[in-house]
């Protein structure tokens, strides 16, 4: 029992490094949609 013990939590532990080291090196693309909106003069200061 001791050992099936060990054996999850090192696999568990290998689970989550390795999900952490695909994310660190994972290149997400920025979005690239254009985002254009028009500010009325009346809400800045004078």
Do not use: Y
């Not at 099936?4 to 695909?22: D, E, H, K, N, Q």
């Amino acid at each position: 029992m001791r050992n099936i013990s060990r054996l999850v939590l090192v696999a568990v532990i290998a689970i989550i490094v390795g999900g952490a080291a695909f994310l660190s090196s994972w290149d997400i693309p920025a979005p690239v949609s254009a985002i254009e909106k028009v500010l009325p003069d009346d809400r800045f200061a004078r």
